[in-house]
């Protein structure tokens, strides 16, 4: 793109008003044609005649759909970079969530933090095929469609150009590239907070946006209850404070009900009460409580994906100032809509009312004395969703702020297109910003890089141990416990339990009963080798291409004969019970 045409998108210039039209001969028919004069009159022109002054207003240009270059471009990001390196197989939330829904595959043990909306997301994907490549492509394209619709929601509130750099923002982190084709739930909940909140700031203005929002909200609650429980304290706040937004009182309670209502229905089902199933979703998380846990996100931020226990040193120092500077850059955005608001007051400026739309085929407000809730609000719901990963757990992920970071996004555009907007060569402030998100964006592309090919070589281990499986007789139907047994198990086609943990579903004496009518194998990792004691007696074998034990119970048909191989591959192995 040119330096011009990027000056255009982010400058506003002043419309070229176009001369007006010569007043008719006093002495000729208005339908006559215009008498000639001079020495060329009655003869025919020597030369084509030059370019003539236009007499009307030349039509606008049409702006460049800058959001849907956005999308587009998050899409290829995913197609190039993401989903040949994950298009094989899925990680262990993954394997959780589709595992719900394949009528292929087992049901695994959902534990109660979780919430089903992302399996009824790739249900109809399911019901077809369970090629995770399939199940990838299927969710980059709706990822993108899903970026492009939620801030859309923001275009009358910000205009076009700050609502696309939002976008390109957010977009542009490595995570949320990451996690466009990822069967996982906290991108959805980003942007499905992005549209609600966008919503209901135009609740005053549009009577049919309460119900947008509630439906959103409610999307937002389907997939990851907690978070939407966060996101609504806010939203409720103002709504119950700010007269204009009285009406989505009750469309925000419908939507937080209409979410909620499966996960409250299997919260008195399997745990006995609401109460109940928040109790057992702090132990899962490691009880709940006040916890400094900055500087384990911190810690995360450029991966591991799962940080827990959080001892991992911090990867790439220099890529997290964004990270850091993105309260300041927010809290910024914020002094300055406060400011404006003051200072539009002090003028005695007659206010227009709040949450007013910006003009229709404008860019947006250069200020927003008379809208600051359009930058308080996406501020308010970030900090409100950020209040658990920063103060409540104690270890992290980077996913876990991803509805933060489609929040945050949007006031700190609108505060870069501010800072170009208001200096006195535009030009150069593009520039200078271009080149900020340009090297942004290649650092992330560093992340990028590393974060899919550690994704890579875990889950092929998953992949290649249930092949392994196989080649040793575990067939449908099957059982698989032990360590890494959820996702492995997803791929065999097998069932999986276990005794001890947080996913523990069984109990040893109900596990040995299921085992009798199926074929079954304990997996053991490198740092526990050891079977459980009722899996002393069983025959170890060592699954190629991973650093996993099998243990299969002795009399179980279809092992290879190669017990004394793999003992004698054992042996070398400290704490392992072969001779």
């Not at 542009?172 to 084709?181: A, F, R």
Request: with cysteine.
């Amino acid at each position: 793109m040119e330096k011009k045409d990027v000056t255009a998108a982010l400058a506003v210039h002043p419309h070229t008003t176009p001369d007006p039209p010569p007043p008719p001969h006093p002495h000729r028919h208005p339908g006559a044609p215009a008498p000639q004069s001079g020495p060329s009159a009655g003869a025919a022109p020597l030369a084509p005649p030059g370019p003539r002054r236009a007499s009307a207003a030349r039509p606008e240009r049409r702006p460049v759909p800058w959001l849907a270059v956005v999308a587009v471009g998050y899409a290829l990001v995913q197609l190039a970079l993401v989903v040949p390196r994950t298009g094989h197989a899925l990680g262990w939330d993954e394997s959780v969530y589709v595992s719900q829904v394949d009528p292929r595959t087992p049901a695994a043990f959902f534990s109660a933090p979780r919430s089903r909306g992302i399996s009824f997301l790739v249900a109809p994907v399911l019901a077809v095929t369970s090629s995770p490549l399939a199940l990838r492509l299927f969710l980059m394209l709706l990822s993108t469609l899903a970026l492009y619709a939620a801030f859309r929601v923001w275009r009358p509130l910000l205009g076009r150009t700050v609502t696309a750099l939002a976008a390109l923002l957010f977009a542009g982190l490595w995570i949320t590239q990451v996690s466009g084709s990822a069967a996982m739930p906290n991108l959805w909940v980003a942007l499905g907070a992005v549209a609600a909140v966008g919503w209901f700031l135009r609740v005053p203005d549009e009577p049919h946006a309460r119900w947008w929002c509630a439906g959103f909200l409610g999307l937002v609650t389907l997939v990851r209850t907690p978070d939407a429980g966060w996101l609504a304290l806010p939203l409720l706040a103002w709504a119950f404070a700010a007269p204009a937004w009285r009406t989505a009182r009750p469309a925000l309670l419908v939507g937080l009900v209409a979410g909620a209502l499966q996960w409250i229905v299997e919260a008195y089902a399997r745990f006995g009460s609401v109460s109940g199933r928040l109790d057992v979703s702090g132990e899962v998380e490691g009880g709940m409580g006040l916890s400094f846990n900055i500087g384990n996100v911190l810690r995360s931020l450029n991966g591991p994906q799962l940080c827990r226990p959080c001892d991992a040193a911090l990867r790439h120092p220099e890529l997290t100032l964004w990270w850091l500077a993105l309260p300041l850059l927010a809290a910024a955005a914020v002094a300055l809509a406060l400011g404006d608001r003051r200072r539009g007051r002090a003028a005695g400026a007659e206010p227009a009312r709040e949450g007013a739309e910006a003009p229709r085929g404008g860019d947006g407000p250069r200020t927003y004395a008379d809208r600051p809730a359009v930058i308080l609000l996406p501020v308010a719901c970030a900090a409100a969703v950020a209040v658990p990963y920063l103060f409540l757990i104690s270890f992290s992920a980077p996913r876990f702020l991803l509805p933060v970071y489609a929040l945050l996004a949007l006031p700190v555009a609108a505060l870069a297109v501010r800072l170009v907007r208001a200096d006195d060569r535009p030009s150069r402030a593009v520039v200078i910003l271009a080149a900020v998100i340009a090297l942004h964006m290649a650092g992330q592309h560093v992340v990028l890089w590393h974060a899919t090919g550690q994704t890579q070589a875990v889950t092929g281990r998953y992949l290649a141990g249930a092949r392994e499986l196989h080649r040793l007789g575990v067939a449908p139907p099957c059982l698989i416990t032990g360590d890494r047994a959820l996702p492995v198990a997803y791929h065999a086609g097998c069932a999986s339990a276990q005794t001890a943990g947080n996913n523990r579903s069984v109990t040893v004496s109900t596990l040995l009963r299921r085992i009798e009518s199926r074929s079954a194998a304990v997996l053991a990792g490198p740092e526990r080798p050891q079977p459980p004691s009722y899996a002393r007696d069983w025959v170890p074998y060592p699954l190629r291409g991973t650093d996993w034990i099998a243990y299969l119970p002795p009399d179980q048909p279809g092992q290879p004969n190669e017990p004394d191989q793999s003992r004698q591959w054992l042996s070398g192995i400290a704490g392992t019970l072969a001779p």
